[in-house]
C-alpha cells in the first residue's frame, strides 16, 4: 500500500492530483491549524465527490449519498486523521450495485494509505443504529453532505437531532459515564507527561462530548476559552502527524521538543504548558457542564424515586441556605447571595471558597465569573479575615482541589496571588511527581490538612504546604528562589515578620529532612548537627516534619513509604533531642543490636556469611529487611549487592557499617538492606547465602550473569537519560568523603558502584540508596584504608572513576 505522501502522480486528475495536491497543502509553511484542517477537509471533498459522481454514474445508482460525519464531518481533518464516512442510500439500488459502488469510493483511499471507517446504511438503518449505539448517535451528529443527495441526509439529520434531544434523559448519562471510564482508563491530560490528546479527561473527546451535550438544548458548556483550547489542542495533534509521519494522539516525550518547535514555541516545557492549560478549560467546563445537566435532570423528575436515584443532595431546588455572609447553598452549589456586593467586599472571594470547601459544594460558575469581574481587589498587607478565610479554604481536605480550581480557572487565584501565575500548569517532568507544579501544591495542602493537629501552628503549616514549590516558575533552585517569594507572601497576606521568617526557611528546608534521612550517615554527629544548626527551633522542625510528610505523599506513590517516613522519625527525634539541650557526641557510637552482634559472632565463628531475613507488610508493598554479616574482606558490597540483583531483589534502601565485637578477633561487616521482588516471591535466605558464597571465592561470576541478562532484554525506544552525575559533597561529614552517585536505576547499580569503588581502593563505610521513579540517588560514606576521609584530589579521582565506570 502506498501512503499519501509518496503518491505525487501529478498526471491524473483524480486520486494522484488529490495526493499531490495534500502532500503541497500539508508542507505549506503558510498555512496551519484551523485553515489548514478546512483545507484539507476541502481538498477530500472534492476528491471523494469526484469519485462518487463518476462511479455513481457509470453504476447507474441513484438515490444515494456519501456523508462525513465524527470529524472529518465537523471539518476538521488533522494529517493523519481517518476518514468516517456513511454510504447513504434510500434502499432502491441492487445490492451488488451498492456493493460495487462503495469498492470505488473505499479502496482508492486505502489504496493512499488513508485509515477509513466506513459503512453503508439507509436512513432507517442509520437511525435504528444510532438507537443502539451512542458512539454512532455522536458521530451522526455531526454528519455533513460531501456527494449525491442532499435531502437524502437533511431527512436522517433532522430526525437523528430529534432522537437526540427527546432522548437526552437516558443519553446524557450514557455519555457522561462513557466520558468518566475513558477518562479513568487514560488519565487526566493536564498532569501526564505523555498525554493523549484524544482520549484523556480533557482532550479533544471530552471537547466533542460538550458539543453534543449543547446539541441536546439541555445544558450549554461554559464558551470562554473553549474554542481556543479546542483548536490548540488539534493544532498540536497536527503537528504531532507531522513529526512522526503517522497516525497518533499520543505526545510521547521524544516527539515534543520537534512539536513545540513546529508549532513555534520555545520547548517542550512550553508545549506541554500550552497543552495543560487547554486541558484544564475543556476538563473544566466538562465539570461545570455535567452539574449543570444533573441539576436540569433533576428538576425535570417528576417522581421521588427517580430523584432518589439522580443523586440530588443539600438544599431543595428553589431554595437558599446560608452558609456564609453573601455567600448561600442553591440546588447544589455555592452560590452569592442576593444582597452579595462584590465591588464594595474585597473578601468576599475567598469568603465564597472557603464556605463551599467546608460545606463540600461546589462553586457556581456565574458567581465565580460574577467575582471576576466585579470584584474589589484586596489591600495589601490582607486584612485578618482575608487571611481567615484562605487558611479555612487551604484546611477543608478533598473539597479544597475543586473550589480552588474553580477559582483559579476565572484567574481569581493569580490575582489573589500574583507569583501563582508562574507555577500555574507548569509541568513536571520527574515521573516521581502525579501532578503539575501548581496542583502538587494544592494537593500537599490537603495532604497537610489531616496534620493539623500534629503542630502547634497549623496556619503556618497550610500556607507553607502551599508555597513549598512556589520557586518552580524561576530559574535556579527552586527552594533559594522559594524561600524570598515565601516571605513576600506571607507578608502580603498579613502574617508578621516572625512568621514570615518561618515560612521562607520552611520553604528554604523543606527536602531536608528527607534528603538527608535517606542519603546521609545518621550516625555520624555532623549530620544531626547541621540539621539541627538549618532548623533552628523545635517548633520548626515540628513543621517541618509534618510538611516532609504532606509533600512526598502529594508527590506521587513512589515518594513515600514506611521505610521513609520511619528514616525521617528517626532523624527527627535525633534533632529534636540536640534542640531541646542534649550534647552531639564527637565520635558515632552505634551500639550493635542483639540480631547484628548474634550474626557478627556467628560469621566470625565460621567465616563465611551470613543472613537474616524478615519480610514484612507495608502500606506501599510487600518489603523484606535483610541482614548480612560477612568477616571482613574485598569485595563485599558488590557482591552482595550483585547477589540481590541476580535474585531480581529491588534495593530500596541499604546501610553498611564494620563491627568490632569485644574479645574477638577480626572485624565483620555488617549490612542491612530493605528490598522488594520485581515480581513472584522472595527467594529464599539459604539460596541468597549459597550463592553469596559462590561470589566471594570466585566460583561464580555475578557480573557476567547480570551483563547477560541485560543483553536479553534490549532497552525499548524512548528518551535517552542523562548520564549518571558522581560528585563528592563537601562539608557533609568530618568521619568520611560523602560521594553522591545520581544515575537511572538499572539491573546491578550499586554492583557496579560497588566495584568501581573497590577498584579505586577505597572503603565504604556506608551506603544510603534513595531510588524514586527510574532515577536512583545513592550516597556512600568513604574513606582511606586507613579510615580516614579522601584528600580532595583523591575524591576528584574517584568521583571520575566511578562516572567513567557508570556511563
Known amino acids: 500500500m502506498t501512503s499519501v505522501e509518496d503518491n505525487t502522480d501529478t498526471s491524473d486528475p483524480g486520486t494522484g492530483g488529490y495526493a499531490a495536491a495534500r502532500l503541497r497543502l500539508l508542507h505549506e509553511e503558510s498555512r496551519s491549524g484551523p485553515s489548514r484542517r478546512s483545507a484539507l477537509a476541502g481538498l477530500t471533498d472534492d476528491w471523494l465527490n469526484a469519485l462518487f459522481t463518476t462511479a455513481a454514474r457509470e453504476i447507474g445508482v441513484r438515490g444515494a449519498a456519501l456523508v462525513a460525519v465524527g470529524g472529518y464531518g465537523r471539518g476538521e481533518l488533522s494529517p493523519r486523521s ?36 466506513h459503512s453503508v446504511r439507509t436512513p432507517g438503518e442509520a437511525r435504528k443504529t444510532a438507537a443502539e449505539d451512542l458512539k454512532v448517535h455522536l458521530g451522526l451528529l455531526d454528519a455533513r453532505p460531501v456527494a449525491g443527495d442532499a435531502g437524502l441526509l437533511a431527512g436522517l439529520r433532522t430526525s437523528v437531532l430529534a432522537d437526540w434531544r427527546n432522548q437526552a434523559a437516558k443519553r446524557l448519562p450514557q455519555l457522561h459515564a462513557l466520558c468518566r471510564e475513558r477518562a479513568e482508563r487514560s488519565g487526566e491530560l493536564r498532569f501526564l507527561l505523555e498525554p493523549d490528546l484524544k482520549e484523556a479527561r480533557g482532550g479533544l473527546r471530552d471537547a466533542a462530548a460538550l458539543r453534543a451535550v ?52 520555545a520547548d517542550a516545557d512550553a508545549l506541554l504548558r500550552e497543552v495543560y492549560e487547554a486541558a484544564r478549560t475543556v476538563a473544566y467546563a466538562a465539570d461545570v457542564t455535567w452539574r449543570e445537566v444533573g441539576r436540569v435532570l433533576r428538576a425535570r423528575a417528576a417522581r421521588p424515586r427517580l430523584r432518589g436515584l439522580l443523586g440530588g443532595r443539600g438544599a431543595p431546588a428553589g431554595e437558599r441556605a446560608p452558609l456564609a455572609e453573601g455567600v448561600v447553598e442553591s440546588d447544589g452549589e455555592a452560590v452569592l447571595a442576593l444582597a452579595a456586593r462584590p465591588e464594595r467586599d474585597p473578601v468576599l472571594p475567598l469568603r465564597l471558597g472557603a464556605a463551599a470547601a467546608q460545606a463540600g459544594l461546589p462553586v457556581s460558575l456565574h458567581a465565580v465569573r460574577r467575582l471576576a469581574a466585579h470584584g474589589r481587589p484586596l489591600p495589601v498587607p490582607w486584612p485578618g479575615e482575608a ?16 473550589v480552588w480550581e474553580a477559582l483559579e480557572a476565572e484567574g481569581i487565584i493569580s490575582a489573589l496571588l500574583p507569583d501563582w501565575e508562574r507555577v500555574r500548569c507548569r509541568p513536571q517532568r520527574n515521573p516521581v511527581h502525579t501532578w503539575t507544579v501548581d496542583r502538587h501544591l494544592v494537593e500537599t495542602a490537603v495532604r497537610a490538612s489531616a496534620m493539623t493537629r500534629r503542630v502547634g501552628r497549623p496556619d503556618l503549616l497550610l500556607m507553607a504546604a502551599l508555597l513549598h514549590d512556589i520557586g518552580k516558575g524561576w530559574p535556579g533552585d527552586h527552594s533559594v528562589v522559594g524561600e524570598t517569594i515565601a516571605r ?39 549530620t544531626v548537627r547541621a540539621v539541627a544548626e538549618a532548623v533552628g527551633s523545635p517548633g520548626t522542625l515540628e513543621l517541618l516534619h509534618a510538611l516532609t510528610e504532606a509533600d512526598a505523599l502529594a508527590t506521587g506513590p513512589a515518594a513515600w513509604s514506611a521505610w521513609r517516613a520511619s528514616l525521617v522519625a528517626d532523624l527527627v527525634a535525633r534533632v529534636a533531642a540536640v534542640l531541646g539541650g542534649a550534647p552531639v557526641p564527637d565520635e558515632p557510637d552505634p551500639a550493635p543490636s542483639a540480631e547484628e552482634e548474634r550474626l557478627a559472632v556467628e560469621a566470625l565463628r565460621t567465616g563465611e556469611p551470613v543472613l537474616a531475613l524478615h519480610a514484612r507488610q507495608e502500606e506501599d508493598a510487600v518489603g523484606v529487611e535483610l541482614a548480612v554479616a560477612v568477616p571482613d574482606q574485598p569485595g563485599v558490597l ?32 555488617v549490612l542491612r538492606w530493605r528490598v522488594a521482588a520485581e515480581y513472584g516471591s522472595l527467594p529464599e535466605a539459604a539460596r541468597l547465602r549459597s550463592d553469596l558464597i559462590r561470589v566471594l571465592d570466585g566460583s561464580l561470576d555475578v557480573s557476567a550473569k547480570l551483563a547477560e541478562r541485560e543483553a536479553a532484554y534490549p532497552r525499548r525506544r524512548g528518551v535517552v537519560p542523562p548520564p549518571p552525575r558522581v560528585r563528592a559533597v563537601p562539608g557533609v561529614s568530618s568521619l568520611a568523603t560523602v560521594l553522591e552517585v545520581r544515575a537511572p536505576d538499572a539491573v546491578g547499580l550499586l554492583h557496579r558502584i560497588g566495584r568501581a569503588l573497590e577498584g579505586a581502593g577505597v572503603r565504604v563505610r556506608s551506603a544510603h540508596v534513595s531510588t524514586l521513579g527510574a532515577n536512583a540517588v545513592d550516597s556512600l560514606y568513604v574513606t582511606t584504608a586507613e579510615g580516614k576521609p579522601l584528600a580532595p584530589s583523591e575524591a576528584t579521582k574517584v568521583t571520575e572513576a566511578l562516572a567513567a565506570a557508570l556511563s
Not at 434510500?90 to 493512499?112: F, T
Not at 513576600?488 to 516572625?498: E, I, N, P, Q, S
Not at 514570615?500 to 534528603?515: I, Y
Open 82 to 117: 481517518d476518514l468516517d464516512l456513511l454510504l447513504l442510500h434510500d434502499g432502491k439500488a441492487a445490492p451488488a450495485d451498492l456493493a460495487r459502488l462503495a469498492d470505488r469510493l473505499w479502496y482508492p483511499v486505502w489504496d493512499l494509505g488513508l485509515s477509513l471507517d
Open 214 to 265: 449543547a446539541a441536546s438544548w439541555l445544558a450549554d458548556a461554559p464558551r470562554e476559552g473553549l474554542a481556543d483550547a479546542r483548536r490548540r489542542l488539534l493544532d498540536t495533534r497536527d503537528a504531532l502527524h507531522l513529526v512522526t509521519g503517522r497516525a497518533g494522539d499520543r505526545l510521547a516525550l521524544q516527539e515534543q521538543a520537534q512539536v513545540a518547535a513546529r508549532l513555534g514555541l
Open 387 to 402: 487571611r481567615e478565610q484562605l487558611l479555612t479554604l487551604l484546611g477543608a481536605g478533598e473539597p479544597t482541589v475543586g
Open 488 to 526: 513576600d507572601t506571607a507578608l502580603r497576606v498579613g502574617f508578621d515578620a516572625a512568621d514570615a521568617d518561618v515560612l521562607g526557611a520552611l520553604v528554604r528546608h523543606h527536602l531536608l529532612l528527607v534528603e538527608t534521612a535517606t542519603r546521609r550517615d545518621l550516625d555520624d554527629p555532623a
Open 638 to 669: 558488590p557482591a552482595v549487592a550483585g547477589v540481590l540483583a541476580l535474585h531480581r531483589l529491588t534495593v530500596r534502601a541499604a546501610d553498611l557499617r564494620s563491627l568490632e565485637l569485644p574479645d574477638r578477633l577480626g572485624e565483620v561487616l
